[in-house]
């Protein structure tokens, strides 16, 4: 599952990209130079040769001698431009070709008059126009049109626009290279600077990308990457660690993993980052790797799906964390609870009885006897404490489920007889406990779990309640599902605490807190055994409101008979 780092294609990636920004460097060697005059010149000598093989083979009529020795000149320059070190020697020496180009066409115009040999002018026009700016543009068209008024001097001939038009044309050539050239400096110059500025960002880019690799290489919880094509792009050293410090010596094979009961086998399509790849988002979800009696580590994992500006899912990113120490504590500190309210509940028993033979005796004055019932009651209330952390404490999840004797009943009167019994605690403070909602609603529940679950939500709701407040209680029913409803005008409960309210010892900061903060959880564990629901509607400052959903007859007789009720 974790992807390992290669150093190689980065140190081949660092490579190229030295190899393509070379250019940039101040001690890069230029060889634009000897190129651009090799290559002028190869391109005039061709065309020269080509021209001396036509007249090779065919009639000449003029100077031959002037002729061949413009051809020889051009040759030998061409032959030159090859050998010599263009770029180790100033870059003014480099015009000394095109002039004697020129010098060497101005030979074989002379040699043939009325031939065109004047239009191979255009090759050192344009390479001094081109290539040497400003100057280069006036020094041949200076150049040319003072060869051409010599030229038509001494032929003593009548001018004319055909006479015209080889240096306008030159003139024209001139002026073209060289807006052209300045047009292309001025690109080089542009996609130069874009080349550094890329350059530095990328170099910023490859920066920060190890400090972050380096940051969350260091971190001790697991980090995925997860493109939105379902690729690995991301993976940090703690994850691979984290997948395989259970595993056995085979690196590549991933231990067992086992859902959050320890138990459970969990399948390959359920593993978190399978559920990642597929673009699902979770929250925290427990797995545990390893099998017993080896050792086992448990990573909370959760992912997260990312977008970009215009909403557009573009991957997730999956974040592990061990979380076994953790667990160990929490079950380290609920077999303590659990086996020393398993060695109270014995003495208390005791105490109850003994209490109870005390009262019952006929010879305890009223006084003592008054006394003794706020010791009979309050023993009572510390025997449900026990019981209710032994409930809490227990390892088994099925431990409620097991104690749950279910039987059909009405809802009224469990409500009636609760409400009966938390009525002094209300009327302490002015509380009024409204039951005009309730209506007949069957249930097939336990009476003595649904007897804890409204005790419960009722010792809350006063509680919680302001002085001179109201409780309103209601029932009812559709045939298939009955719910009990519960509502006080208290404080509320903030968003803070309602995300974390049926988390076991976890008490909301309220006024008149008591207990052990282990109500709400057994409520709902106890719904949930009945295969109900519980729901919770709360406003800070407004009240809170909770609803239990329960089943209204048994799945297997829904239209069975009521068996009585129970107070």
Do not use: C
């Amino acid at each position: 599952m974790s992807v390992a780092p290669n150093p190689r294609p980065h140190s081949d990636a660092v490579r190229t990209q030295r190899t393509r920004t070379a250019w940039l460097r101040d001690d890069f060697v230029d060889r634009t130079r000897a190129r651009t005059a090799t290559l002028n010149q190869l391109l005039l000598g061709t065309v020269v040769f080509a021209l001396g093989v036509l007249i090779a083979l065919g009639p000449f009529e003029g100077d031959e001698v002037l002729l061949f020795t413009g051809v020889v000149v051009i040759f030998v320059v061409t032959g030159a431009t090859l050998v010599i070190p263009w770029n180790r020697i100033p870059f003014g020496w480099v015009a000394v070709v095109p002039a004697i180009d020129i010098v060497a066409i101005t030979m074989m115009q002379i040699a043939a008059p009325g031939s065109a040999f004047g239009l191979l002018w255009i090759f050192p026009t344009t390479w001094l126009a081109s290539g040497f700016g400003l100057l280069g543009m006036f020094a041949v068209i200076v150049s040319v049109a003072g060869i051409v008024s010599v030229l038509m001097a001494i032929s003593a001939s009548q001018v004319t626009y055909s006479t015209l038009l080889v240096p306008l044309v030159l003139f024209a050539v001139a002026v073209t290279s060289h807006l052209n050239a300045r047009r292309s400096d001025a690109q080089r110059t542009l996609l130069a600077k874009q080349a550094r500025l890329l350059g530095r960002v990328l170099e910023r880019t490859r920066r920060q990308e190890q400090v972050v690799t380096e940051v969350l290489d260091a971190v001790d919880f697991g980090v995925i990457r997860v493109t939105a094509d379902g690729n690995i792009a991301v993976t940090n050293e703690a994850h691979a660690r984290l997948q395989h410090a259970v595993g056995d010596d085979d690196e590549d094979a991933a231990p067992p993993a086992f859902r959050d009961d320890g138990v459970t086998r969990l399948p390959a399509d359920e593993l978190p980052l399978e559920r990642a790849l597929r673009g699902e988002a979770f929250e925290s979800q427990l797995v545990w790797f390893g099998i017993e009696p080896g050792p086992r580590q448990a990573l909370s994992i959760t992912a997260r799906r990312l977008t970009d500006s215009s909403g557009t899912d573009v991957g997730a990113v999956v974040v592990s964390r061990d979380v076994t120490s953790e667990l160990t504590a929490l079950r380290a500190r609920d077999d303590l609870v659990a086996s020393v309210s398993h060695e109270l509940r014995t003495p208390l028993t005791s105490i109850l009885g003994y209490l109870d033979l005390a009262i019952e005796d006929p010879d305890v004055p009223d006084h003592v006897r008054a006394n003794l019932d706020i010791a009979e009651r309050n023993a009572e209330r510390l025997l449900r404490i026990v019981a209710d952390i032994l409930a809490a404490s227990s390892s088994s999840s099925s431990s409620v489920e097991a104690s749950i004797a279910p039987r059909s009943l009405d809802a009224r009167d469990v409500v009636h007889a609760s409400v009966e019994a938390l009525m002094p605690r209300a009327q302490s403070r002015a509380i009024t406990i409204d039951t005009g909602g309730l209506e007949e609603a069957m249930l097939w529940a336990d009476p003595l779990r649904i007897r804890q679950v409204i005790d419960n939500l009722l010792s809350n709701a006063i509680a919680y309640n302001r002085d001179g407040g109201t409780v309103f209680v209601g029932t009812t029913t559709d045939g298939t599902s009955s719910w009990i409803l519960v509502r006080d005008t208290g404080v509320g409960i903030s968003e803070a605490d309602r995300s974390r309210l049926f988390q076991r010892y976890y008490q909301a900061g309220a006024p008149r807190r008591a207990g052990t903060g282990l109500g709400l959880a057994i409520t709902r564990d106890i719904v949930r055994a009945h295969g109900g629901e519980l729901g919770l509607h709360s406003s800070p400052g407004v009240g809170s409101t909770f609803v239990v959903k329960l089943p209204a007859s048994s799945p297997d007789a829904p239209d069975a008979p009521a068996e009585g009720s129970t107070s």
